[in-house]
């Protein structure tokens, strides 16, 4: 497998490592969430000291990033916390500065090697400002009311998608469910409780491939979280939470595709 089953870590337990090894400037340090060992892809989180600059460049694949906390200046545009910014593959990115420094979560499609000075002039979408973003109720049936989602990314062609997730305090999930693509999911604010693998706080990640048994779900004060997938989410809902991945994937195997029902455009 590719990248693995992680459920759950905190991101402050992982290792500090420097992207310098891939072209990136010094200080570009990062802690690790998950790396796909065949693609290199990556999930990670940034730890931009004070006076932070790295040069413009462009990655080979599309990487996607959400600033935590602090500053990030990209080519003279200024993110600040909650800003989501996508940056396409083969798209040059201006100059990195941060005056005092800045967290970003960070997930990439491929390698995240830095290609200084090349790319086309293509310029970079505009950054989304996710906290004006309207929330819509989850276009996905199944959870009870108190679950919203903000998409900020979906492959029309395979339903991989990346997006907020925002659930209401004393939120209460009692399904045990699995899905049929990857679910990956890393906490920034809130609490919530994974009664097959215990709880989350800020700076929690899971990555969950396809088919793992995993709830019911409590949350006290409410969460924030960006989740990913790698394909159409559906729920299947199910009694046992001991059931295996592969019983589930046998359940499953003669069900038609998982319809894409998610879009930026909800
Ligand atoms: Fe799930």
């Known amino acids: 497998m590719a990248r693995g089953h992680i459920e759950i870590i905190h991101t402050n337990d992982q290792a500090i490592f420097d992207l310098e090894s891939v072209g990136w400037s010094y200080d570009s340090h990062a802690r690790k969430l998950s ?18 600059r790295r040069w413009a460049g462009t990655f080979e694949q599309t990487a996607e990033l959400y600033v935590l906390s602090g500053y990030l200046m990209i080519g003279g545009v200024t993110l600040g916390a909650g800003a989501y910014q996508l940056l396409p593959g083969g798209v040059m990115q201006g100059e990195w500065r941060s005056d005092e420094g800045c967290t970003v979560w960070m997930k990439t499609d491929g390698s995240p090697r830095l290609h200084p000075s090349v790319g086309a002039g293509e310029k970079l979408p505009d950054a989304l400002d996710t906290a004006t973003m309207d929330w819509i109720f989850s276009p996905i049936p199944g ?12 492959d029309m062609e395979t339903g991989a998608s990346t997006f907020l997730s925002g659930i209401v305090p004393q939120y209460h999930y009692p399904f045990i469910e699995y899905h049929r693509c990857v679910e990956e999911a890393f906490l920034i604010r809130g609490d919530i409780r994974l009664g097959t693998s215990g709880n989350m706080e800020a700076g929690s990640y899971f990555y969950r491939p396809p088919y793992v048994s995993h709830g019911p779900f409590y949350s006290h004060t409410g969460m924030l979280g960006l989740l990913s997938t790698d394909g159409a989410l559906d729920n299947h809902y199910i009694e046992d939470p001991f059931r295996t991945p592969e019983q589930n994937r046998a359940d499953s195997q003669h069900e038609a595709p998982a319809p894409n029902l998610l879009t930026t455009e909800n």
């Open 143 to 154: 959870p009870p009311c108190g679950l919203l989602l903000k998409p900020l990314r979906v």
């Open 35 to 52: 790396q796909d060992s065949e693609t290199d892809a990556i999930s990670m989180v940034l730890n931009l000291p004070p006076t932070y």
